[in-house]
T-cell receptor, first 115, second 118 residues
C-alpha cells in the first residue's frame, strides 16, 4: 500500500543551526503534502500545506521564513527549520494526499531536539 | 469554523473491558470527512477509519466500531474487549472537502490517552 517516509526520525541540533526534514511518498505521487507540529502531550497542529511546484501555504502564526518548505518533486517535500531554538523542539510529522485526495497517509514523524 | 472536541483527556480501563472514546465536531460544510488515528508512544499515526458525511452507517472492524450521528455531530469510537496493545493516544480529526473532491487539511482533536491495564 501507499507509504510515506520521513527522515531523519530523530535529530539533535545546536541552537542557531538549521535542520532539514524530508517527507517522501514512496510509491505514489503527491501533489500536496501537509506539515504538522506536535508538542509533548498536545494535539497536532497544521503548519503549512506544501504544493508541488509552487509556494507553500502557511497557517496563521507560522513563520514562513523560519520554517522553509520546498516541494520540488511529486514525491518529496522538505521542511527546513532555520536558526533553530530550543522552543522549536517538537515532533514534526508530514502527510501526503493520495489518489486525488481521497486518502491521507502520514509519515512516521521526526523528533527534533534543539540544544 | 471547524472544531473537533475530545472531552476525555485520559481513560484507564482493565483488559477485556469495553471502552468508548467520544468525538464531537463542528463544521458549516455539508460535505466533510471524519477520521480516527491511533498514536502509540513511538509517535507515528496509524490510520483507523475515514468516514464521509453522507455515510451514517455504523462500521465495525474486528474489535473496533464507530458510531456516526450527524444529529449530534458525534463520531464515537468503541473498542470491545480492550487489550494492553490498545494503549495509545487516539485522535479524532475533521477535514472539509475541497473543490474537486480532494481532502483538505485535517483538524485534530486534542486526543484521548487510553491506558489499558493488564
Amino acid at each position: 500500500g501507499a507509504v510515506v517516509s520521513q527522515h531523519p526520525s530523530r535529530v539533535i541540533c545546536k541552537s542557531g543551526t538549521s535542520v532539514k526534514i524530508e517527507c517522501r511518498s514512496l510509491d505514489f505521487q503527491a501533489t500536496t503534502m501537509f506539515w504538522y507540529r506536535q508538542f509533548p502531550k498536545q494535539s497536532l497542529m497544521l503548519m503549512a500545506t506544501s504544493n508541488e511546484g509552487s509556494k507553500a501555504t502557511y497557517e496563521q502564526g507560522v513563520e514562513k521564513d523560519k520554517f522553509l518548505i520546498n516541494h520540488a518533486s511529486l514525491t518529496l517535500s522538505t521542511l527546513t527549520v532555520t536558526s533553530a531554538h530550543p522552543e522549536d523542539s517538537s515532533f514534526y510529522i508530514c502527510s501526503a494526499r493520495y489518489n486525488s485526495g481521497n486518502t491521507i497517509y502520514f509519515g512516521e514523524g521526526s523528533w527534533l531536539t534543539v540544544v | 469554523a471547524q472544531k473537533v472536541t475530545q472531552a476525555q483527556t485520559e481513560i484507564s480501563v482493565v483488559e477485556k473491558e469495553d471502552v468508548t472514546l467520544d468525538c464531537v465536531y463542528e463544521t458549516r460544510d455539508t460535505t466533510y470527512y471524519l477520521f480516527w488515528y491511533k498514536q502509540p508512544p513511538s509517535g507515528e499515526l496509524v490510520f483507523l477509519i475515514r468516514r464521509n458525511s453522507f455515510d451514517e452507517q455504523n462500521e465495525i472492524s474486528g474489535r473496533y466500531s464507530w458510531n456516526f450521528q450527524k444529529s449530534t455531530s458525534s463520531f464515537n469510537f468503541t473498542i470491545t474487549a480492550s487489550q494492553v496493545v490498545d494503549s495509545a493516544v487516539y485522535f479524532c480529526a475533521l477535514s472539509e472537502e475541497e473543490y474537486g473532491g480532494a481532502t483538505n487539511k485535517l483538524i485534530f482533536g486534542t486526543g484521548t490517552l487510553l491506558a489499558v491495564q493488564p
